[in-house]
């Protein structure tokens, strides 16, 4: 059973561009979360996704910033017009199901460098 | 969203167990504790979780204070590929599904 995968694992973009990062949950699961990490820091929430629908997206910037999770494909976080400060470790995780004690599984991360 | 206080790093010899700390002093009743580790360069890992009792699994040990203040994990035998950081995390009802990372403790473990 293939964990969670992320694609790019590494991305370089210029301030302005944009950078779309990918998420395929593990087979089964339709429960996706999103969190940032800047460095030498921990995690931080950004976006929570079941299939078609945001759940919670109180971690996520007002602007730039949005998340999808389709029907059919991976889930897809896009950054428009990035800036130096957009530069970190993206992870994302996925879950069964919901609930305080439910494992969430995280993937590799997309470390996203803005020059 | 409740949170937890850990050292910012400790080091431990190889073979020896480990006591990775962490308060909680403003836990609830229903949050639940979690424990996730991130080696370098990889995504967080799960641990173990526990609410009450004192939890074991394959990875490690979780033991709970009676008053739920704090609690502490456990590496029976550290190894070098037990090198990471260790995150405490509570998981509150009114938090929704995501986790709040603090900081966490860096563990060295030294040959």
């Known amino acids: 059973n293939a964990g969670v995968m992320q694609n790019p694992r590494h991305l370089v973009r210029r301030r302005g561009q944009e950078a779309r990062l990918r998420c395929s949950p593990m087979?089964?699961?339709?429960?996706v979360y999103w969190y940032r990490q800047l460095p030498e820091e921990g995690l931080k929430f950004m976006v929570y996704?079941?299939?078609?629908?945001?759940?919670?997206e109180s971690g996520m910037p007002k602007e730039r910033f949005s998340a999808e999770f389709p029907k059919e494909g991976p889930s897809i976080l896009r950054i428009q017009q990035v800036v130096r400060g957009d530069s970190a470790a993206y992870f994302c995780?996925?879950?069964?199901?919901?609930?305080?004690?439910?494992?969430?599984?995280f993937g590799p991360g997309t470390r996203l460098t803005v020059l | 969203d409740a949170k937890t206080t850990q050292p910012n790093s400790m080091e431990s010899n190889e073979e020896e167990p480990v006591h990775l700390p962490c308060n909680h002093s403003?836990?609830?009743?229903?949050?639940?504790i979690h424990w996730y580790r991130q080696l370098p360069s990889q995504g967080p890992e799960y641990v173990i979780h526990?609410?009450?009792s004192n939890v074991n699994n394959r990875m490690a040990s979780l033991a709970i204070a009676e008053d739920r203040k704090s609690s502490t994990l456990i590496l029976h035998r550290a190894t070098l590929r037990d090198a990471a950081v260790y995150y405490c995390i509570l998981r509150a009802t009114n938090t929704g599904n995501q986790f709040y990372f603090g900081t966490g403790t860096s563990l060295t473990v030294i040959p």
């Open positions: 403003t836990i609830s009743g229903t949050d639940y």
């Open positions: 087979k089964g699961h339709s429960h």
């Open positions: 995780a996925s879950s069964s199901r919901q609930g305080l004690t439910d494992t969430q599984y």
């Open positions: 526990g609410l009450t």
């Open positions: 996704l079941q299939k078609e629908n945001i759940i919670d």
